[in-house]
């Protein structure tokens, strides 16, 4: 069973950085791409980054591109969010998900971490 467990949120102001982490356990050929998702109140669930675990694949949301960086350890079993330029539409609550194939889509991915908030103040 794979297990994604997300740690590293807060509250920051604006232009503030923060690096979210997500361990994963128990990982199958299904839990090759990992990705990040937020979600804020009252708003769909939206995907904001993704990568392998070789790392040599990653892909991004418009809004985030060129601010956050996804990575990853393979050792480790652990993927990386680093959140730059932080800006109060970037507040929600942010979830690692594992998946067999790389997807924008929440139903892309079977296997979902408990989620971590992250609030920006202006």
Do not use: H
């Amino acid at each position: 069973q794979v297990q994604l467990v997300e740690s590293g949120g807060g509250l920051v102001q604006t232009g503030a950085s923060l690096r979210l982490s997500c361990a994963v356990s128990g990982r199958t050929f299904g839990s090759r791409y990992i990705s990040w998702f937020r979600q804020a109140p009252g708003k769909e669930r939206e995907f904001a980054a993704s990568t392998n675990w070789s790392g040599d694949n990653t892909y991004y949301a418009d809004s985030v591109k060129g601010r956050f960086t996804v990575s990853s350890d393979n050792a480790r079993g652990s993927v990386y969010l680093q959140m730059n330029s932080l800006k109060p539409e970037d507040t929600a609550v942010y979830y690692c998900a594992a998946g067999g194939v790389p997807g924008r889509r929440p139903s892309s991915y079977d296997y979902w971490g408990q989620g971590t908030q992250v609030s920006v103040s202006s």
